[in-house]
């Protein structure tokens, strides 16, 4: 028989049975081989084959090309010592994640097809590989718990095979990156143990030795790095790993003053660095190694000097400044240091952690000299960029809210006593000044605007990077006007000669807006001084204060030009004086400046209203100077102008607060004692413990209050309803700051309902709200609770109140971890809130002992009312959605009692 090909020639059939014979049992052999069922040679071969070429290698490949891609992106911060593996952060790791999912796809893929395990035994060599490869990925993706699961499978699973002994160091890596450490060293010990014995392969154990320096590296244990160090070296690394490792050898040495081996391990990274950022900071840090005896100073001032003129340190200028300042202040030439540091932060541009350790030296230098203003600036421009797990950082946050405290009340004297020279001149002189400082401001203007046109111009005017010589200019091309430098160039000479500088504004053509202005007002303000709605004693209206810093008016208002405004000013200043003095005493611990501060207050405003506090805490003051005649001075001025104040009590008998904290642990005993025969209607004994109170404890117990109410409820149940409204009454007129007046109310609100034994309504004075607390708040004793402190935000520094708080927090409850925080609650009040409380004891045990604190509250007394109570965190939105205090406290008082 025969039959026709494709190609349309004739074949025999004896042929095409052969040929379909040999591709049939081809056929059959491959399907045969892809069953995972039977151990056979041929089965076995093809799954390796396979799973290495077909499945592994691309996995393993994306992976690396991820990787790649990665590392060039990374960069060290050469200012810390670097870690032996650098794998950046989170954002970072999202590069290589899309390639590692691939890698984890193809792994698994591997292991689902390829994979033969008889008798518990993988007869495939590329299934273990696989499984390392997916916690590689998921390492690599920063993925740390399920990469140490997946490390921990290969380890048990095959424990046979020597490529456990690879996962046992990538298992101590994840969790060295996790920063469980205590997991991680004992697997390193184990294999340490097992290349010894001869169990594992010696090829392991230079990346052991680098795991081992990591380890200790990320501990900041960088002594117990050195060592494995060393060793990994005398194993003879891959060439990159080796500068590295040389490198932070040297940076080690440097850091424990050992300049000389610092120095040698630098000079053989300039050598061999195969980056040039790596290089650079070998040789900045050579320079710093600089010793005042060796007197190589002016061989490696040059070095660097010739640095900042190459071309490719144009980027790495800021960590020259800062080398060259270091070895400044090794000779002790701290000016010269300062002008090299205040290069280095103005030449950062894009590396913010060498921006930060600049601003910080200054601020550390200046703070030194007392210089606390420049200092603040500083410090706040070092926490804008400084890494929040730098060493110290939480002190750094303390001393730079302390120092932005300070100068804020350094700035209001200053504004103050500005504002008052101002108007004590005569008026043309006034305007003169004003308008000296309006001509400043336009000047700068048109600087800065001159510098954009300049940068503008030299960019080739909104030209794009990549974009031809011909694109830019222009030419003769017809491109679009502001396309073409030259023509804009020559259009804005022609503007500013004919217009000058004007602002892109509406009527920009008209110098003067006033005639617009004129138009399209009905009335103008006669008078240049106050406020809106505010009226001269001539009958005058003020001028409203304007918006435009370019106007006598925008500065006009704020000078005081009456009596009233004038003492308003001189009230400013007392406060910031008196703040200042006890920042610099507590925040600061600056004796010098908070007795200077005292002393100016006393003499500039002899009759402040602080000048009892001013006396004693100088009186304090100069006897930690050891001043004991000015000490005795101030002394002998309290006892005798004040001889009741608790000041003058309290330098007669130093014990005076602890015997008053004793009278009040005994107080709150009786109360607690109050409290349970109220609620054991035992009413008799409430009026009896009411009234031993006030014999004993008068107006020095804060429970006085909450003694004289339970006392007016038991009479209310023991006496007339009379009787009942006059106590009540008395409470009210008695305490009316305290949280036992709106309840006090609200008895007598209820009462104005109702009716007499003879019928006739009961007469009250107070109407009020009933009480509805239970139907928006419940309690629940168990719940997380907070603290809250409401107060004027007009009267109080809320900032400054957060400080002492946590100061409080510092020393009383260190370990609780509180957190302190502020939220606007309405229109002139801010609610401070500290959290987090396990239940309501714990809550209202603290806020037993802030209450008692005259650190935080003395001066919250003088500024007026205020609120303080704990809330839990379910009823917390309700009352801020609510923002009714009153009706709170109401629930406050009836579900939280004082605790014993």
Avoid at 722 to 749: F, G, H, R, W
Avoid at 772 to 785: E, G, R
Avoid at 856 to 880: D, R
Wanted: aromatic share 14%; net charge positive.
């Amino acid at each position: 028989m025969y039959y026709f090909n494709v190609t349309g020639v004739l074949r025999s059939t004896k042929k095409f049975t052969l040929a379909a014979w040999i591709l049939i049992l081809s056929g059959s052999i491959m399907f045969s081989a892809c069953s995972t069922k039977k151990n056979t040679f041929v089965r076995r071969t093809y799954h390796n084959i396979t799973a290495h070429y077909n499945v592994y290698w691309n996995g393993m490949d994306n992976l690396r090309q991820g990787l790649k891609e990665q590392q060039a992106d990374l960069k060290d911060n050469y200012a810390l010592i670097l870690p032996v593996f650098y794998y950046g952060d989170k954002a970072g790791a999202t590069k290589v994640s899309q390639y590692a999912d691939i890698a984890i796809k193809k792994a698994s893929k591997a292991i689902n097809k390829h994979s033969m395990t008889f008798s518990r035994k993988e007869y495939v060599r590329w299934i273990d590989d696989c499984y390392l490869l997916i916690g590689k990925s998921y390492f690599y993706k920063q993925d740390y718990p399920m990469a140490r699961r997946t490390f921990e499978f290969v380890i048990k699973t095959y424990n046979y095979n020597e490529i456990k002994y690879e996962a046992m160091l990538w298992q101590a890596k994840a969790n060295i990156q996790i920063g469980d450490f205590n997991r991680a060293e004992p697997m390193l010990d184990m294999l340490q143990s097992k290349i010894n014995k001869g169990d594992a392969p010696q090829k392991y154990e230079t990346e052991l030795n680098l795991v081992y320096a990591q380890f200790f590296i990320m501990q900041k244990n960088y002594e117990g790095a050195l060592p494995y160090l060393n060793r990994a070296l005398e194993l003879k690394p891959s060439g990159a790993m080796r500068t590295r490792c040389e490198f932070i050898l040297g940076q080690i040495h440097q850091l424990n003053g050992e300049l000389n081996e610092a120095s040698e391990k630098y000079a053989y990274v300039i050598k061999h660095a195969k980056t040039y950022e790596m290089e650079f900071n070998a040789k900045i840090n050579l320079a710093q190694c600089y010793d005042a005896k060796s007197g190589n100073r002016e061989f490696i001032v040059k070095k660097l000097t010739k640095m900042l003129k190459d071309d490719k340190n144009k980027d790495f200028q800021d960590q020259i400044y800062y080398a060259l300042a270091h070895i400044s202040m090794k000779d002790s030439d701290t000016a010269t240091a300062i002008s090299y540091y205040k290069k280095s932060v103005s030449t950062s541009k894009t590396n913010n952690y060498q921006k930060a350790i600049s601003s910080l030296e200054l601020a550390d230098l200046f703070f030194g000299t007392r210089n606390y203003t420049v200092s603040q600036a500083y410090y706040d421009s070092t926490m804008q960029f400084l890494p929040k797990d730098y060493p110290g950082y939480k002190e750094l946050v303390k001393r730079t809210m302390t120092l932005t405290d300070l100068v804020k009340n350094l700035q209001v004297i200053q504004r103050q006593d500005s504002l008052q020279k101002l108007a004590a001149m005569p008026e043309d002189q006034r305007n003169k000044i004003i308008d000296q400082i309006i001509g400043n401001l336009i000047a700068a203007e048109m600087k800065k605007q001159m510098e954009e046109q300049q940068q503008r111009e030299a960019l080739g005017l909104y030209g794009q990077p990549g974009m031809t010589q011909d694109q830019q200019i222009g030419g003769t091309t017809g491109r679009w006007y502001f396309y073409n430098p030259t023509t804009m160039s020559n259009g804005f000479s022609t503007f500013m000669r004919k217009w000058g500088r004007r602002k892109l504004e509406d009527n920009w053509f008209l110098s003067d807006k006033n005639i617009v202005a004129f138009a399209n007002e009905t009335q103008k303000p006669d008078s240049l001084n106050g406020a809106p709605g505010d009226t001269t004693k001539g009958g005058k209206k003020a001028l409203a204060k304007s918006k435009n810093p370019k106007e006598r008016a925008f500065y006009l208002p704020d000078i005081p030009m009456t009596k009233e405004k004038v003492q308003l000013s001189n009230d400013m200043i007392v406060e910031a004086y008196y703040q200042a003095g006890f920042i610099y005493v507590e925040g600061l611990g600056d004796y010098g400046n908070a007795t200077e501060t005292f002393e100016t207050l006393l003499s500039r405003f002899p009759g402040n209203k602080y000048k009892i506090q001013t006396a004693y805490e100088l009186c304090q003051l100069y006897l930690h100077l050891q001043n004991q005649p000015k000490s005795d001075e101030y002394k002998n001025q309290i006892l005798t102008l004040y001889p009741e104040s608790d000041y003058a009590k309290l330098l007669v008998n130093p014990n005076y607060y602890k015997e008053i904290n004793s009278r009040q642990s005994e107080a709150s005993k009786l109360y607690n004692d109050t409290y349970k025969a109220f609620t054991n209607q035992q009413y008799y004994m409430v009026i009896n413990n009411a009234d031993i109170a006030r014999a004993k404890y008068k107006s020095d117990s804060l429970l006085m209050p909450k003694f004289d109410y339970m006392r007016a409820l038991a009479l209310g149940k023991i006496e007339v309803v009379d009787s009942l409204v006059t106590a009540m009454t008395k409470v009210i007129k008695d305490y009316p700051y305290s949280k036992v007046k709106p309840m006090a109310e609200n008895v007598l609100a209820f009462l104005g309902t109702q009716k007499d034994s003879k019928g006739q309504p009961i007469v009250t004075d107070s109407i009020t709200v009933a009480d509805n607390t239970q139907k928006l708040y419940s309690f629940d004793p168990n719940a997380v609770h907070f603290y809250v402190l409401v107060v004027n935000d007009e009267l109080v520094d809320v900032d400054a109140l957060k400080i002492k708080i946590s100061d409080y927090n510092s020393k009383f409850h260190d370990l609780e971890n509180l957190m302190v925080n502020s939220l606007v609650l309405e229109t002139g009040r801010q609610m401070i809130t500290v959290n987090n409380f396990d239940n309501s004891e714990t809550a209202m045990n603290y806020f037993m002992g802030i209450l008692n604190s005259k650190y935080i509250f003395t001066k919250l007394e003088n500024a007026g009312a205020y609120f303080n109570f704990v809330i839990s965190v379910e009823n917390y939105p309700v009352f801020y959605k609510n923002k009714d205090i009153q009706q709170y406290l109401r629930f406050f008082e009836k579900n939280y009692p004082t605790p014993k």
